[in-house]
């Protein structure tokens, strides 16, 4: 796959609110046409970082750049962007036509040409025929439809998505994050999407940036992030880690030397330790499913430990056990698919546990 | 539905608890409003005698009211003083609540509504008095613009006409044309103003385009409490107004008070309110795309 060109870059970016450090340094590079995510918990800077592209939000020192062109000095108004708020701000006294073709008023196109692109902007976003309804008289998902529509009819360089599935219901949501997808698809214009839902970002993005106190904390695709989290943190945002305290033996030529509790000795390679990891208090960190209960007769591809269970959760199409390895002290969590002819155990059972060094991550 | 619950007695229901609590005030405006209106309807359409009234029915008043010279010219001066003064206020009034809705911190609002009710801490009277005194032949404007050589004789078109009537009742009315406009503007989702800029227009043209459509019901709501009752103010143009100043509420006073013509004098009432509400709802009707808001 070629590289694609930067659309926006952040260099060094600081943000100050009084004496409140929003922004600190963020440096990164957004390529074109790329489904872009800032996740984060609330408060991290992800929304603040959204509006400094937008031109809502000055920077106090550091640039931005969107095409090639440095944003300092140029207003809103004037940028190559759109958004999509979180509120949606649809403009209640208008109606779906005038609020879609709200920002061609400039092109002053003639009649006829506006209202075919309006229906044809509509006719996108799956509202044809809406066009001459109260914009009051939306509901959710149809504000957000006509907010797209708003935004994606100016055809921008870069749209915008302030947190823009967060006021709709679960099915409404999984349903707009795919016709999201493809919408992105069909126009092939960079999207950047802030959410603080990982599952949404992973779902949706080909890269993420995973933001904590006005920091990037990590850059990545999907599966990088799920896979190699580069910290703790990170992980523990991301879906649902083990730990289990580790210790460095030794470090040469590409592999790590560790003695893990409940593990033993075993060697990782280099990648399973993206972040930099060292000395006392490391620990080995893996995911649910990366673990098999083994059921009698079944035989491990790779390593097996003996466990107790000590929590057994039920959700119909998993089962979540908590179980202790031998040799530790706090149980870890597997999850495994009910698939047929699998028992479900009961609490204290003994069991074998499969695993592999490959799926472990090393962190500090 | 069982038949106990059918038999449940009227007074229990929710109906009629909503008429006992509205009843009294009800009843006050039944007897403070609506009889003594229906009695100045009634009255404009009997014949006066002298000192006494007598019960014949006409529309010789109504005529009179409308023919005579002199009360159609003080009713076109009423309206036209108070359509100057509504303009003045409304005008004014904007600019202020804007700034309190849009420049003023949160924390901060209510201390400047707070402020802006300050004039109304001494009585409407007094407050016109005042204004005599600043604007009076040897009132504050005058000595003071005599004081620092911008004039050498004072300025006799700012008391006892029109306009120091203009003044006062701009000034007195300056509060409530504020506050509508003020919960009008606070109402907007600041999100939509950053809407406007995002889809490409200026803060000039999203103020136009999106700001004062949506302020409109509250400019509505001014114009209305200003317009409504200052047509029919009657201290201001008393005081301050001289004899170019006079208003239609002077001209009713006169007819019921020095001339006891209770029929010609409640014929003029009646066309007052009968063009103040002609006025009003052609405003209304000319404002109505904004004034239907969401549900």
Redesign the interface.
Known sequence: MTEKPTMIAFQDVHKYYGDYHALRGITATIRAGEFFSLLGPSGCGKTTLLRTIAGFEGISSGAVMIDGRNMAGVPANQRPTNMVFQSYAIFPHLTVAENVGFGLRKARLPKAELATRVGEALEMVGLKGYGDRAAHALSGGQRQRVALARALILKPKVLLLDEPLSALDKKMREQMQVELIRLQRQVGITFILVTHDQEEALVMSDRIAVMFEGEIAQLADPETLYRRPNSRKVANFIGTMNFLPAEILSEAGGKIEIEAQGFGKLTLEAEQAPGAASGDGAAVGFRPETLTILFEGQTASDRESMAVIEEVVYYGDMTYYDVRLDGTEKPIRISMRNVFGRPVLDIGARTRVAWSPGALVLFQ | MSAGQRKTRWRDTEAANGLLMVSPTAIYALLMLAAPLGTILLYSFLTDGYLEIIRDFTFANYVEAWTNELYRSVMIRSLGVSMTVTLVTVLLAFPIAYFVSFHVEPSKKSLWLFLITIPFWTSYLIRVFLWKVILGYNGVVNSGLIGIGVIDQPLDFILYNVNSVVITLAHAYAPFAILPIFVALEKI?R??L?????????KFVTFL??TL??AMPGVVASVLIVFIPTIGDYVTPQLVGGPEGRMVANLIQLQYLKLDNYPLGSAIAVSAMAIVTLCSVIFVGLNRR?L????
């Open positions: 989702d999100s939509l950053e809407a406007g800029q995002d889809l490409g227009e200026s385009r999106v459509p949506l904004y239907k808001g969401p549900k």
